[in-house]
């Protein structure tokens, strides 16, 4: 089991770009992917995108053209960029760990931060 | 609207059986593992189950799951006060060049 540890701005104008890093400690980033999750207030969970330990990143078909994710596995960080927000991306966001498959048949993320509430408002 | 469907509620006694449900398709849950989060409010989620019927360490065995088809089922037996929470499903989809799916949530209300 790992720690993870969510931090950024807690608030973003309109049209600026949002930018998080998660701080992983206890454990190795080795072998593992790393993703962002967020939950807009009162609403479910919608995933943003994972990134492996060579730098190779999976994002949600829904943000793709806003998102950009990157690692430094010698800080044992990884950090999400999402460009060009609005009222809509305000929520909580989390970073967690994920266990991976081949062919991605089985995909669960079994470690989670306690999550960075983000507010996007002028 | 999530790829995955469930009920946005459910509810039980303490003591009784509940089950929720999960709706997929054939790009998700039809042909992928489904795993279950439960999530206290303010809290981040917990994995609840993995690998469709897995319990990480910790997670009492009266929760269970199962998968059929192109749907899933959580399962929780002896109802707990404690077990009031959200709960979610979710699982790759390899339908737009891949992406995990989350359900909408299930709000699970012990009466």
């Known amino acids: 089991q790992v720690q993870l540890q969510e931090s950024g701005p807690e608030l973003v104008k309109p049209s600026e770009t949002l930018s998080l890093t998660c701080t992983v400690s206890g454990g190795s980033m080795t072998s593992y992917y790393w993703n962002w999750i967020r939950q807009p207030p009162g609403k479910g969970l919608e995933w943003i995108g994972n990134i492996y330990t060579s730098g190779s990143t999976k994002y949600s078909p829904s943000l793709k053209s806003r998102v950009t994710m990157s690692i430094d596995t010698s800080r044992k960080q990884f950090s999400l960029k999402l460009s060009s927000v609005t009222a809509a991306d305000t929520a909580v966001y989390y970073c967690?760990?994920?266990?991976?498959?081949?062919?991605?048949?089985?995909?669960?993320?079994?470690?989670w931060g306690k999550g960075a509430t983000v507010t996007v408002s002028s | 609207q999530s790829v995955l469907i469930q009920p946005p509620s459910a509810s039980g006694t303490p003591g009784q059986r509940v089950t929720i449900s999960c709706s997929g398709s054939?790009?998700?849950?039809?042909?992928?593992?489904v795993n279950w989060y439960q999530q206290f409010p303010g809290t981040a989620p917990k994995l609840l189950i993995y690998?469709?019927?897995q319990r990480p360490s910790g997670v009492p065995d009266r929760f269970s799951a199962s998968k059929s088809g192109t749907s899933a089922s959580l399962v929780i037996s002896g109802l707990q006060s404690e077990d009031e929470a959200d709960y979610y499903c979710a699982g790759w989809d390899d339908s737009l060049n891949g992406h995990v799916a989350f359900g909408g949530g299930t709000t699970l209300t012990v009466l």
């Open positions: 967690a760990r994920s266990v991976i498959s081949s062919g991605y048949y089985y995909y669960y993320m079994d470690d």
């Open positions: 054939s790009s998700n849950i039809g042909s992928n593992s």
């Open positions: 690998n469709i019927n």
